[in-house]
């Protein structure tokens, strides 16, 4: 009877709650809905908030509410994990409010909310360059904010992301070897732009074999005149390499590499 009556009770709740949505929707009393929308917000209702919210934004725009309502339904939009809109509403909001009372945090989220948003390395990442633009915005603006450092680390994150997907490519390119063309040299090439790019990737050190050991590939596949050259650019790769990462797991390998190209260029 108790577990019963609880889910009745439970019922009654949840139908009087929408009772009084339906009422809120259709009800012309502004501040009535705007104290609704705020009170669904506490409650994690956050559907309800930003349904609400949306229809009073341009209302509100130009009055006392309108900075806070603009907000809010960013901040609902955020916390209900639809990313996209929250962004949206929160450019939105620093763009009409530059030096707003949520200007701060707008940007904050704003920036944040891509991050989380950013895909897997192997898709799109238009959704990753968004966030790393927002954030650095974020930072530039408010370079004293207690949420320098989660800004700061997400950008890393998102910059890894970016060069682990270059790494791919490049490695990709590796593996199609001599196969219609020479795509060792766009595996280099993919490689150095992502370490210009981004030289302080933790996937430096990946990037850097992988241009040596293409350069060596390259130099083995070569024709009898190309080969001195390409050797002698597999030696210069090798010294680059071991200097920025002597004690890497990989120098067996790069010191293997270095034996054959050394012996080739000094054989009598």
């Known amino acids: ?41 506490e409650n994690k209702k956050y559907t309800q908030a930003y349904t609400i919210l949306a229809d009073l934004v341009p209302i509100f725009k130009g009055t006392d509410k309108g900075e806070e309502c603009l907000y809010l339904l960013g901040l609902s939009y955020y916390e209900n994990h639809d990313y996209l809109n929250s962004g949206a509403y929160f450019r939105q909001y620093y763009t009409q409010y530059p030096k707003g009372q949520f200007a701060e945090l707008a940007r904050y989220y704003a920036g944040y909310g891509y991050y989380l948003d950013s895909p897997e390395p192997q898709l799109d990442q238009t959704e990753t ?41 490049a490695q990709l390119y590796y593996n ?54 390409r050797y002698r650019t597999v030696i210069d790769e090798y010294y680059a390499y071991i200097n920025d990462f002597p004690n890497s797991e990989n120098r067996k390998e790069a010191d293997n590499i270095f034996k054959i190209a050394d012996k080739f260029l000094n054989r009598k």
């Open 1 to 41: 009877m108790t577990r019963r009556l609880l889910l009745i009770l439970s019922l009654v709740v949840i139908l009087c709650s929408c009772g009084e949505y339906s009422r809120v929707m259709k009800s012309s009393d502004y501040n009535y809905r705007y104290a609704y929308a705020k009170q669904a917000f």
């Open 129 to 169: 360059l968004k966030a790393i633009e927002e954030l650095q915005a974020f930072l530039d603006y408010f370079p004293k904010s207690d949420k320098v450092a989660i800004a700061q680390n997400a950008i890393f994150e998102l910059q890894d992301k970016l060069v682990l997907k270059e790494l791919e490519n």
């Open 176 to 229: 199609l070897g001599s196969y219609l063309g020479n795509n060792y040299e766009s595996a280099v090439i993919t490689a150095k732009n992502a370490i210009k790019a981004y030289p302080y990737s933790k996937y430096k050190e990946k990037l850097e074999m992988l241009i040596l050991k293409s350069r060596f590939k390259e130099a083995q596949m070569s024709v009898d005149e190309k080969k001195e050259e």
